[in-house]
């Protein structure tokens, strides 16, 4: 009578639960007096063999600054379990189970490289269980681990980062760790817009730490990420190109638009809020990476431009009354860079703008000294000849010399133009060879910088 009502009632709950009888018999049979704890093994001088492997589903997220990747994986464990084994023909022909996690053993397989606080960060989903006593267990875990990242080639950099699975509490007497496969699973991969998984290598290591006497044993993912460059050659590299390039026009700009100055400052300045988004995105570390270097090297060049710019200024504007340009100078810039650079040399009419050999470089000052003298010692002859005539000559003499004085004047700035005009064209010549100097320079760079030996051919 009771047992039919026991029946009645398991045969009620069965029916919810969607179990024949056969399998509840089985439940009851296997965990009844089990006890999840022990390790489930026939003789207890073996170990549990567990044969770990994984998939990685997709990177989540690389963090440079503090040297984290997380990656979201699903793991694969399976073991034989000596306790869990039936015969399939006492149970209705059941050759598979699917059990509560926590009503077996389970190894307690964690990253030993973890950086977060969840050390196991599996999900507990039930394992598959087989008549012959095989435990599949298959868990999706997001892992944060460690991982130095080297950021040398950053952007074009490719990083190992280890995932290290082991038995936190058996060594290898009671847990023995083996590869599924000689590589991990990437045909679940979801593309990374960042990264490009390459290979996934798995190792077996058994390590003696300085704990214990004994080996434990691991099993060691290596994860092979290739940056994709793209993105940082796109927002960060050619900006930085483009606006050194920029750059060079300001040579071609003549000085007296008065802006040369204000262009370079400001591409420098342009160039200084990079290099801060490019400081940012890399972490903190000895090595410089090629794009921080790049961005050093233009931002030095551009700088030196600004020295280059203030000298062309500087001679450009020079005030009334300085000097002619010295020889050298002139040689330098006339003879030696303006042809060189295709810069018309010439200017003013004509007139040579290198002294010739027989006047010896005062260019413009000697024949105005010269005619002043004669006129003067002209006019003191025809003075003494008539006395008559003294006041209309002193009238005369006055503004003869007046206006002798005025065109004394007048060819002094005449000279003194000719001089500034000189030291203009000397300006044109010096902005037009910076601006080869420049160009040789940022390409050069580039060049150098860009095209250094990467970790990895392409
Ligand atoms: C357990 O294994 C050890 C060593 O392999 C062996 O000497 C012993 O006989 C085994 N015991 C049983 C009950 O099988
Ligand atoms: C385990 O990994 C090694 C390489 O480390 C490989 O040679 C071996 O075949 C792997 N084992 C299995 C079962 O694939």
Same mark, same amino acid.
Not at 385 to 406: Q, Y
Not at 412 to 430: C, G, H, P, R, S
């Given at each position: 009578?009771?047992?039919?009502?026991?029946?009645?009632?398991?045969?009620?709950?069965?029916?919810?639960?969607?179990?024949?009888?056969?399998?509840?018999?089985?439940?009851?049979?296997?965990?009844?007096?089990?006890?999840?704890?022990?390790?489930?093994?026939?003789?207890?001088?073996?170990?549990?063999?567990?044969?770990?492997?994984?998939?990685?589903?997709?990177?989540?997220?690389?963090?440079?600054?503090?040297?984290?990747?997380?990656?979201?994986?699903?793991?694969?464990?399976?073991?034989?379990?000596?306790?869990?084994?039936?015969?399939?023909?006492?149970?209705?022909?059941?050759?598979?189970?699917?059990?509560?996690?926590?009503?077996?053993?389970?190894?307690?397989?964690?990253?030993?490289?973890?950086?977060?606080?969840?050390?196991?960060?599996?999900?507990?989903?039930?394992?598959?269980?087989?008549?012959?006593?095989?435990?599949?267990?298959?868990?999706?875990?997001?892992?944060?681990?460690?991982?130095?990242?080297?950021?040398?080639?950053?952007?074009?950099?490719?990083?190992?980062?280890?995932?290290?699975?082991?038995?936190?509490?058996?060594?290898?007497?009671?847990?023995?760790?083996?590869?599924?496969?000689?590589?991990?699973?990437?045909?679940?991969?979801?593309?990374?817009?960042?990264?490009?998984?390459?290979?996934?290598?798995?190792?077996?290591?058994?390590?003696?730490?300085?704990?214990?006497?004994?080996?434990?044993?691991?099993?060691?993912?290596?994860?092979?990420?290739?940056?994709?460059?793209?993105?940082?050659?796109?927002?960060? +590299?050619?900006?930085?190109?483009? !606006? @050194?390039?920029?750059?060079? %026009?300001?040579?071609?700009?003549?000085? &007296?638009? =008065?802006?040369?100055?204000?262009?370079?400052?400001?591409?420098?300045?342009?160039?200084?809020?990079?290099?801060?988004?490019?400081?940012?995105?890399?972490?903190?570390?000895?090595?410089?990476?090629?794009?921080?270097?790049?961005?050093?090297?233009?931002?030095?060049?551009?700088?030196?431009?600004?020295?280059?710019?203030?000298?062309?200024?500087?001679?450009?504007?020079?005030?009334?009354?300085?000097?002619?340009?010295?020889?050298? +100078?002139?040689?330098?810039?006339? !003879? @030696?860079?303006?042809?060189? %650079?295709?810069?018309?040399?010439?200017? &003013?009419? =004509?007139?040579?703008?290198?002294?010739?050999?027989?006047?010896?470089?005062?260019?413009?000052?000697?024949?105005?000294?010269?005619?002043?003298?004669?006129?003067?010692?002209?006019?003191?002859?025809?003075?003494?000849?008539?006395?008559?005539?003294?006041?209309?000559?002193?009238?005369?003499?006055?503004?003869?010399?007046?206006?002798?004085?005025?065109?004394?004047?007048?060819?002094?700035?005449?000279?003194?133009?000719?001089?500034?005009?000189?030291?203009?064209?000397?300006?044109?010549?010096?902005?037009?060879?910076?601006?080869?100097?420049?160009?040789?320079?940022?390409?050069?760079?580039?060049?150098?910088?860009?095209?250094?030996?990467?970790?990895?051919?392409?």
């Amino acid at each position: 009578m009771v047992r039919t009502i026991l029946w009645l009632c398991l045969a009620l709950w069965t029916t919810c639960v969607d179990a024949t009888p056969d399998m509840e018999r089985l439940y009851a049979d296997l965990f009844q007096t089990l006890n999840p704890a022990i390790r489930p093994v026939a003789n207890a001088s073996d170990p549990v063999v567990v044969t770990v492997g994984a998939a990685i589903q997709m990177i989540v997220e690389t963090d440079e600054q503090n040297q984290l990747l997380t990656t979201s994986m699903w793991m694969r464990f399976s073991w034989e379990d000596a306790l869990l084994r039936w015969d399939p023909d006492d149970y209705g022909g059941t050759t598979s189970l699917v059990v509560p996690l926590h009503n077996i053993w389970i190894p307690d397989i964690v990253l030993y490289n973890n950086a977060d606080s969840e050390f196991r960060g599996m999900i507990d989903t039930s394992p598959h269980l087989t008549h012959y006593g095989v435990v599949y267990w298959n868990a999706p875990a997001l892992y944060k681990s460690s991982c130095r990242l080297n950021v040398r080639y950053f952007p074009f950099d490719e990083q190992r980062c280890i995932l290290k699975f082991g038995s936190w509490s058996y060594d290898a007497s009671g847990i023995n760790l083996v590869n599924r496969s000689a590589a991990g699973d990437m045909s679940s991969f979801i593309d990374n817009g960042e990264w490009d998984v390459i290979g996934m290598p798995v190792r077996r290591n058994e390590v003696y730490y300085s704990c214990c006497p004994v080996p434990y044993p691991d099993i060691t993912f290596t994860l092979v990420l290739r940056r994709r460059p793209h993105f940082y050659l796109f927002n960060l +590299l050619m900006p930085c190109l483009l !606006v @050194s390039f920029v750059t060079a %026009l300001n040579f071609l700009l003549p000085a &007296d638009s =008065g802006e040369k100055v204000g262009l370079v400052l400001t591409v420098l300045l342009a160039l200084t809020v990079f290099l801060l988004i490019v400081a940012e995105t890399i972490p903190p570390s000895n090595t410089t990476p090629i794009i921080g270097k790049y961005f050093i090297a233009t931002i030095f060049i551009v700088s030196l431009s600004v020295i280059m710019t203030v000298f062309v200024l500087h001679l450009h504007f020079r005030l009334p009354g300085v000097g002619p340009v010295p020889i050298w +100078l002139r040689k330098l810039a006339f !003879v @030696s860079l303006a042809p060189l %650079l295709c810069v018309q040399a010439s200017y &003013d009419h =004509g007139k040579p703008i290198l002294p010739t050999e027989s006047n010896g470089g005062h260019l413009g000052d000697i024949p105005v000294k010269n005619r002043k003298t004669k006129k003067r010692s002209r006019w003191v002859s025809t003075e003494d000849d008539s006395n008559d005539l003294t006041d209309l000559a002193r009238a005369v003499a006055s503004i003869d010399g007046n206006l002798h004085t005025l065109v004394t004047r007048c060819n002094e700035q005449d000279a003194d133009e000719d001089i500034l005009t000189q030291w203009k064209y000397v300006a044109v010549v010096f902005d037009r060879f910076f601006f080869v100097v420049y160009v040789i320079l940022t390409v050069m760079t580039t060049i150098i910088i860009l095209c250094q030996p990467k970790p990895y051919s392409e």
